[in-house]
Protein backbone atom coordinates (compact mmCIF):
# COMPACT_ATOMS: atom_id res chain seq x y z
CA UNK A 1 0.00 0.00 0.00
CA UNK A 2 3.23 2.28 -0.07
CA UNK A 3 2.08 5.63 -1.81
CA UNK A 4 -1.39 4.77 -1.58
CA UNK A 5 -2.31 5.70 1.65
CA UNK A 6 -4.33 8.28 3.43
CA UNK A 7 -5.63 9.40 6.90
CA UNK A 8 -8.86 11.82 6.71
CA UNK A 9 -10.18 13.27 9.43
CA UNK A 10 -14.54 13.45 9.82
CA UNK A 11 -16.96 15.54 11.72
CA UNK A 12 -20.23 16.92 11.69
CA UNK A 13 -22.55 17.51 13.88
CA UNK A 14 -25.07 14.85 13.48
CA UNK A 15 -24.93 11.24 11.80
CA UNK A 16 -26.82 8.07 10.75
CA UNK A 17 -25.39 4.88 9.81
CA UNK A 18 -28.44 2.77 9.23
CA UNK A 19 -28.61 -0.36 10.73
CA UNK A 20 -30.53 -2.51 7.59
CA UNK A 21 -32.29 -4.97 10.30
CA UNK A 22 -34.22 -1.97 11.47
CA UNK A 23 -37.13 -1.80 8.56
CA UNK A 24 -39.27 1.44 9.11
CA UNK A 25 -37.71 3.59 11.65
CA UNK A 26 -33.66 4.85 10.41
CA UNK A 27 -31.25 3.33 13.55
CA UNK A 28 -27.95 3.79 13.91
CA UNK A 29 -25.10 2.00 14.12
CA UNK A 30 -22.51 3.42 17.12
CA UNK A 31 -19.74 4.34 14.28
CA UNK A 32 -19.30 4.87 11.03
CA UNK A 33 -19.49 2.09 8.34
CA UNK A 34 -16.59 0.94 6.34
CA UNK A 35 -18.63 1.94 3.10
CA UNK A 36 -20.21 5.01 4.25
CA UNK A 37 -16.35 6.26 4.37
CA UNK A 38 -15.69 4.99 1.04
CA UNK A 39 -18.58 7.20 0.32
CA UNK A 40 -17.10 10.22 2.07
CA UNK A 41 -13.95 9.37 -0.26
CA UNK A 42 -15.19 9.18 -3.25
CA UNK A 43 -17.03 12.30 -2.76
CA UNK A 44 -13.82 13.54 -2.51
CA UNK A 45 -11.94 12.08 -5.11
CA UNK A 46 -13.23 9.70 -7.54
CA UNK A 47 -11.66 8.32 -10.38
CA UNK A 48 -12.38 5.09 -13.00
CA UNK A 49 -8.74 3.87 -12.79
CA UNK A 50 -8.71 3.50 -8.76
CA UNK A 51 -11.02 1.85 -5.98
CA UNK A 52 -10.73 2.91 -2.32
CA UNK A 53 -10.79 0.66 0.49
CA UNK A 54 -10.97 1.65 4.09
CA UNK A 55 -8.54 -0.02 6.86
CA UNK A 56 -9.32 1.22 9.51
CA UNK A 57 -11.16 3.31 11.79
CA UNK A 58 -10.63 5.45 15.07
CA UNK A 59 -13.54 7.16 17.19
CA UNK A 60 -12.62 10.21 18.55
CA UNK A 61 -15.68 11.05 20.47
CA UNK A 62 -17.96 9.12 22.83
CA UNK A 63 -20.93 7.76 21.17
CA UNK A 64 -24.04 9.65 21.73
CA UNK A 65 -27.26 9.00 20.19
CA UNK A 66 -30.16 10.86 20.08
CA UNK A 67 -34.00 11.11 19.61
CA UNK A 68 -35.45 12.97 16.66
CA UNK A 69 -38.51 13.07 14.31
CA UNK A 70 -37.67 13.37 10.21
CA UNK A 71 -40.29 14.38 7.46
CA UNK A 72 -39.85 11.60 4.54
CA UNK A 73 -41.86 10.83 1.74
CA UNK A 74 -44.02 7.73 2.15
CA UNK A 75 -43.54 6.36 -1.38
CA UNK A 76 -40.96 6.17 -3.71
CA UNK A 77 -41.37 6.24 -7.89
CA UNK A 78 -41.63 3.02 -9.54
CA UNK A 79 -39.50 2.91 -13.06
CA UNK A 80 -42.58 1.72 -15.15
CA UNK A 81 -44.68 4.22 -13.81
CA UNK A 82 -42.79 7.20 -15.73
CA UNK A 83 -41.99 4.84 -18.56
CA UNK A 84 -45.23 4.55 -19.21
CA UNK A 85 -46.28 7.86 -19.46
CA UNK A 86 -43.81 9.09 -21.27
CA UNK A 87 -44.52 6.14 -23.83
CA UNK A 88 -48.65 7.10 -23.43
CA UNK A 89 -47.99 10.99 -23.34
CA UNK A 90 -49.56 11.21 -20.77
CA UNK A 91 -49.67 10.80 -16.18
CA UNK A 92 -47.72 11.61 -13.64
CA UNK A 93 -43.62 11.85 -13.55
CA UNK A 94 -43.39 12.64 -10.15
CA UNK A 95 -44.84 12.46 -6.42
CA UNK A 96 -46.20 15.41 -4.51
CA UNK A 97 -43.94 15.61 -0.74
CA UNK A 98 -46.99 17.18 0.59
CA UNK A 99 -49.37 14.87 -0.02
CA UNK A 100 -47.07 11.97 0.63
CA UNK A 101 -45.53 12.72 3.36
CA UNK A 102 -45.34 11.03 6.71
CA UNK A 103 -42.81 11.58 9.95
CA UNK A 104 -40.32 8.60 11.18
CA UNK A 105 -38.54 8.27 14.51
CA UNK A 106 -35.22 8.28 14.07
CA UNK A 107 -32.18 7.53 16.39
CA UNK A 108 -28.88 9.05 15.42
CA UNK A 109 -25.56 9.93 16.29
CA UNK A 110 -24.41 13.58 17.42
CA UNK A 111 -21.03 15.45 17.78
CA UNK A 112 -19.03 12.54 15.86
CA UNK A 113 -15.58 12.89 15.07
CA UNK A 114 -13.67 9.93 12.99
CA UNK A 115 -9.89 9.23 11.28
CA UNK A 116 -10.55 7.31 8.45
CA UNK A 117 -7.43 4.99 7.05
CA UNK A 118 -7.69 4.16 3.82
CA UNK A 119 -5.55 2.97 0.45
CA UNK A 120 -6.98 2.89 -3.06
CA UNK A 121 -5.93 0.02 -5.79
CA UNK A 122 -5.06 0.61 -9.09
CA UNK A 123 -7.49 -0.74 -11.49
CA UNK A 124 -5.55 0.39 -14.17
CA UNK A 125 -1.93 -0.36 -14.18
CA UNK A 126 -0.55 2.13 -16.80
CA UNK A 127 -1.80 4.58 -14.07
CA UNK A 128 1.30 6.19 -11.52
CA UNK A 129 -0.08 6.16 -8.12
CA UNK A 130 1.31 8.87 -6.87
CA UNK A 131 -0.52 10.98 -9.15
CA UNK A 132 -3.92 10.16 -7.92
CA UNK A 133 -2.16 10.59 -4.13
CA UNK A 134 -1.08 14.09 -5.17
CA UNK A 135 -4.82 14.62 -6.44
CA UNK A 136 -6.96 13.38 -3.39
CA UNK A 137 -4.32 15.57 -1.00
CA UNK A 138 -4.42 18.12 -2.92
CA UNK A 139 -8.51 18.18 -3.09
CA UNK A 140 -8.77 17.94 0.60
CA UNK A 141 -6.18 20.67 1.33
CA UNK A 142 -8.74 23.07 -0.75
CA UNK A 143 -11.73 21.43 0.43
CA UNK A 144 -12.67 20.43 -2.73
CA UNK A 145 -15.22 18.02 -3.77
CA UNK A 146 -17.39 16.33 -6.53
CA UNK A 147 -20.27 16.61 -4.08
CA UNK A 148 -20.81 17.39 -0.61
CA UNK A 149 -19.60 14.43 1.73
CA UNK A 150 -22.28 13.47 4.57
CA UNK A 151 -22.41 11.22 7.47
CA UNK A 152 -25.20 8.55 6.08
CA UNK A 153 -27.88 10.56 5.19
CA UNK A 154 -27.60 13.67 2.86
CA UNK A 155 -28.84 16.15 5.53
CA UNK A 156 -26.01 15.13 7.73
CA UNK A 157 -23.14 16.66 5.96
CA UNK A 158 -19.90 16.60 7.35
CA UNK A 159 -15.98 18.69 7.12
CA UNK A 160 -13.30 16.60 7.03
CA UNK A 161 -9.19 17.36 6.77
CA UNK A 162 -6.11 15.72 6.20
CA UNK A 163 -4.05 13.79 8.98
CA UNK A 164 -0.84 12.06 9.06
CA UNK A 165 -1.30 8.70 10.14
CA UNK A 166 1.20 9.77 13.02
CA UNK A 167 -0.72 12.17 14.59
CA UNK A 168 -4.16 10.89 15.31
CA UNK A 169 -5.46 12.15 18.44
CA UNK A 170 -6.23 9.16 21.38
CA UNK A 171 -9.39 8.29 21.58
CA UNK A 172 -11.30 9.13 24.72
CA UNK A 173 -11.02 7.84 28.04
CA UNK A 174 -15.04 6.48 27.63
CA UNK A 175 -13.74 4.26 24.78
CA UNK A 176 -10.62 2.65 25.84
CA UNK A 177 -10.82 -1.27 26.66
CA UNK A 178 -12.78 -3.55 24.00
CA UNK A 179 -15.88 -3.25 22.50
CA UNK A 180 -18.35 -5.61 20.95
CA UNK A 181 -20.48 -3.91 18.41
CA UNK A 182 -21.72 -6.79 16.52
CA UNK A 183 -22.16 -7.56 12.71
CA UNK A 184 -21.84 -4.44 10.89
CA UNK A 185 -22.41 -3.51 6.80
CA UNK A 186 -18.86 -3.87 5.70
CA UNK A 187 -20.13 -3.01 1.25
CA UNK A 188 -22.22 -4.15 -0.69
CA UNK A 189 -20.94 -7.09 -3.75
CA UNK A 190 -21.96 -5.08 -6.95
CA UNK A 191 -20.47 -7.36 -8.85
CA UNK A 192 -22.65 -10.48 -7.06
CA UNK A 193 -25.85 -8.41 -7.59
CA UNK A 194 -25.72 -6.31 -4.82
CA UNK A 195 -25.35 -8.25 -2.58
CA UNK A 196 -24.69 -6.78 1.13
CA UNK A 197 -21.09 -8.01 3.16
CA UNK A 198 -21.04 -7.63 6.76
CA UNK A 199 -18.24 -8.35 9.43
CA UNK A 200 -18.54 -8.85 13.18
CA UNK A 201 -16.50 -5.36 13.89
CA UNK A 202 -14.81 -4.79 17.56
CA UNK A 203 -13.50 -1.64 18.74
CA UNK A 204 -10.76 -1.50 20.58
CA UNK A 205 -9.31 1.55 22.04
CA UNK A 206 -11.70 3.50 19.68
CA UNK A 207 -9.89 1.64 16.83
CA UNK A 208 -11.97 -0.46 14.54
CA UNK A 209 -9.48 -3.16 12.40
CA UNK A 210 -11.65 -2.93 8.84
CA UNK A 211 -11.30 -6.88 6.96
CA UNK A 212 -10.46 -6.93 3.90
CA UNK A 213 -13.70 -7.32 1.51
CA UNK A 214 -12.99 -10.26 0.05
CA UNK A 215 -11.28 -11.81 3.58
CA UNK A 216 -12.65 -14.78 5.29
CA UNK A 217 -13.76 -12.14 7.83
CA UNK A 218 -16.30 -10.93 5.58
CA UNK A 219 -20.10 -12.72 5.15
CA UNK A 220 -23.06 -12.14 2.85
Known amino acids: MKNTSISLRL ?30 LEAIYWKPQIRWCVDRIHVLAPVRFMNIRRNEVASKISV ?18 DEDRQQRAAIVLRNVVYVIEAHFEL ?23 FQQPYLGC ?43 RFFRAVMNDGVIEVPPFHGNEVLS
Open 11 to 40: WGDYACFTRPEMKVERVSYDVITPSAARGV
Open 80 to 97: NGPKKSMKEGKGHLGIYV
Open 123 to 145: LDQSEHPKKHYEMFKRRVEKGQH
Open 154 to 196: REFSCDYDWIDSSEVPACPESLQGQKELGYMLHDIDFDDDCTP
